[in-house]
């Protein structure tokens, strides 16, 4: 039995999946502040059309440009590991199978969008792109994927992360971004924050208010986002694509495929094509994993809210804690959104996927012992599908299991050495701090209320 599963290069998927195409509803448009919906023109200062083409195409297949197959080919198809070391640590019959996606050169994820979206904007001529990064990793990844691309880049970075992380900000640096603190002075969001809130620790909502500023007002800029839209959930598709080759390969098939879901890109990247799987009537479950400490799924509720603090952004369905919700600063940067992208939520809301959400310390109880067993540090919103996938296996619920080793941990040592001392706490579900969030929502009149 193998251990590692390598696909050849010409396996690299030549088209992205496009689950919209599949759906048993059409998903819920997004709407402007006159809570109507927002048409594609509307988009047109923040993203270049072919991206804006995408984030509305219903077209099952998008085909990938050869530019961005050929930068692929730097690190796809990426390998799929047996965890037999893992399975042998739990005394499970159980067997475990994860996708390793921290082989890209930003060590996630991240960079399958960030290589696609810097493409399409560098092809419509634009010379700038403005982005937020939590944890660090988008930052990283749209860093990467600009230098191969000649183009400049500013960052908003979530100021616990840009504490927490400096050397996050270094690699991005050395690749030529720009990185600003935020709550920044760089624009009025972020001013008006920092007039209200001076210790505030940032948010993802309020990093992302001071991107689109940026974007807006400047005519070579573009802004892009690393997670929650329908284009960015397409690209991230290959890994699912190459996961069932590669599932095929060892002879067996899922019976759970789990991911950690901040955003939501990484669930949809590897669960949406054996979603396609299901809906043909495969049995499968598709769970996405979350922190306790921002539980989105678990206790959000279902109806339109804002994608970002200031309410710059149309209007998106999703479950939400609430658009001025302010996360605890857990080390999982990359899982503190207030929302998640809406066709994972209307997935969710479906009964088509389901959700479990976890504290940090079982997660980082759980990546200690798969960085002992299999040798990989994992991030630690990775090691949030480490934790479910040890469950599934250990309680039996699952017998084949394949998650998506969403990113390494080189870059999260501090959090490894706040662990090792004993100094992590947990945060339970803020159920204060959900409640006023959600509660001055419920004075907009916007959209329906479901759950
Ligand atoms: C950003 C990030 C996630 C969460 O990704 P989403 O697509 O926003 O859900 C998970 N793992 C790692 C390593 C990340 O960097």
Same mark, same amino acid.
């Given at each position: 039995?193998?251990?590692?599963?390598?696909?050849?290069?010409?396996? !690299?998927? @030549?088209?992205?999946? *496009?689950?919209?195409?599949?759906? /048993?509803?059409?998903?819920?448009?997004?709407?402007?502040?006159?809570?109507?919906?927002?048409?594609?023109?509307?988009?047109?200062?923040?993203?270049?059309?072919?991206?804006? #083409?995408?984030?509305?195409?219903?077209?099952?297949?998008?085909?990938? /440009?050869?530019?961005?197959?050929?930068?692929?080919?730097?690190?796809?198809?990426? =390998?799929?590991?047996?965890?037999?070391?893992?399975e042998k640590a739990l005394g499970t019959d159980a067997h475990i199978y994860y996708k390793y996606e921290g082989a890209s050169p930003a060590?996630?994820?991240?960079?399958?969008?960030?290589?696609?979206?810097? +493409?399409?904007?560098?092809?419509?001529?634009?010379?700038?792109? &403005?982005?937020?990064?939590?944890?660090?990793?988008?930052?990283?990844?749209?860093?990467?994927?600009?230098?191969?691309?000649?183009?400049?880049? %500013?960052?908003?970075?979530?100021?616990?992360?840009?504490?927490?992380?400096?050397?996050?900000?270094?690699?991005?640096?050395?690749?030529?971004?720009?990185?600003?603190?935020?709550?920044?002075?760089?624009?009025?969001?972020?001013?008006?924050?920092?007039?209200?809130? =001076?210790?505030?620790?940032?948010?993802?909502?309020?990093?992302?208010?001071?991107?689109?500023?940026?974007?807006?007002?400047? &005519?070579?800029?573009?802004?892009?986002?690393?997670?929650?839209?329908?284009?960015?959930?397409?690209?991230?598709?290959?890994?699912?694509?190459?996961? %069932?080759?590669?599932?095929?390969?060892?002879?067996?098939? =899922?019976?759970?495929?789990?991911?950690?879901?901040?955003?939501?890109? *990484?669930?949809?990247?590897?669960?949406?094509?054996?979603? @396609?799987?299901?809906?043909?009537?495969?049995?499968?479950?598709?769970?996405?994993?979350?922190?306790?400490?921002?539980?989105?799924?678990?206790?959000?509720?279902?109806?339109?809210?804002?994608?970002?603090?200031?309410?710059?952004?149309?209007?998106?369905?999703?479950?939400? #804690?609430?658009? *001025?919700?302010?996360?605890?600063?857990?080390?999982?940067?990359?899982?503190?959104?207030?929302?998640?992208? /809406?066709?994972?939520?209307?997935?969710?809301?479906?009964?088509?996927?389901?959700?479990?959400?976890?504290? %940090?310390?079982?997660?980082?109880?759980?990546?200690?012992?798969?960085?002992?067993?299999?040798?990989?540090?994992? $991030?630690?919103?990775?090691?949030?599908? !480490?934790?479910?996938? !040890?469950?599934?296996?250990?309680?039996?619920? &699952?017998?084949?299991?394949?998650?998506?080793?969403?990113?390494?941990?080189?870059?999260?040592?501090?959090?490894?050495?706040?662990?090792?001392?004993?100094? #992590?706490?947990? +945060?339970?579900?803020?159920? $204060?701090?959900?409640?006023?969030?959600?509660?001055?929502?419920?004075?907009?009149?916007?959209? =329906?209320?479901?759950?």
């Open positions: 039995m193998d251990t590692k599963i390598l696909l050849p290069e010409s396996e !690299i998927p @030549r088209q992205w999946y *496009n689950v919209v195409a599949d759906l /048993p509803h059409p998903p819920a448009p997004p709407l402007g502040p006159d809570g109507n919906p927002v048409g594609p023109e509307a988009l047109s200062p923040l993203f270049p059309m072919d991206l804006i #083409l995408q984030e509305v195409s219903s077209q099952q297949f998008i085909d990938i /440009p050869d530019e961005v197959r050929d930068i692929y080919r730097l690190w796809r198809p990426t =390998p799929l590991y047996r965890a037999h070391r893992l060590g996630s994820h991240k960079a399958n969008t960030a290589v696609a979206q810097a +493409y399409y904007n560098k092809k419509s001529g634009i010379s700038r792109l &403005a982005t937020e990064t939590g944890a660090g990793q988008w930052g990283s990844a749209l860093a990467l994927a600009c230098a191969l691309f000649e183009l400049e880049l %500013q960052v908003y970075m979530v100021r616990v992360s840009y504490d927490q992380k400096p050397y996050r900000r270094s690699l991005m640096e050395s690749w030529g971004a720009h990185v600003a603190s935020s709550p920044s002075t760089l624009t009025g969001a972020g001013r008006s924050v920092r007039e209200h809130d =001076p210790d505030s620790a940032g948010s993802l909502g309020i990093a992302i208010s001071e991107a689109v500023e940026d974007a807006a007002s400047r &005519a070579d800029t573009h802004y892009s986002l690393g997670s929650v839209l329908n284009h960015v959930l397409l690209h991230q598709t290959v890994i699912g694509q190459e996961a %069932q080759k590669q599932m095929a390969m060892a002879g067996e098939y =899922p019976d759970v495929v789990i991911a950690s879901c901040g955003g939501g890109s *990484n669930f949809a990247g590897i669960a949406f094509p054996f979603l @396609r799987d299901k809906l043909g009537g495969r049995r499968v479950r598709l769970l996405a994993v979350e922190p306790t400490a921002c539980p989105t799924l678990t206790k959000g509720r279902y109806m339109y809210d804002y994608g970002d603090t200031a309410g710059m952004t149309p209007l998106l369905k999703m479950y939400t #804690l609430g658009h *001025n919700f302010v996360p605890p600063g857990i080390h999982a940067g990359g899982l503190r959104y207030h929302g998640d992208a /809406p066709l994972v939520c209307q997935l969710y809301d479906e009964g088509l996927v389901e959700a479990r959400a976890y504290p %940090q310390k079982p997660v980082f109880e759980a990546a200690l012992l798969f960085a002992r067993s299999e040798g990989i540090l994992p $991030a630690p919103e990775s090691a949030h599908a !480490i934790r479910a996938a !040890i469950d599934e296996a250990t309680s039996g619920a &699952a017998r084949v299991i394949l998650f998506n080793l969403s990113g390494h941990g080189h870059f999260d040592l501090s959090a490894y050495d706040q662990y090792l001392r004993g100094e #992590l706490v947990d +945060y339970e579900y803020p159920s $204060a701090l959900v409640e006023s969030a959600l509660a001055e929502l419920t004075s907009h009149h916007f959209g =329906p209320r479901s759950s």
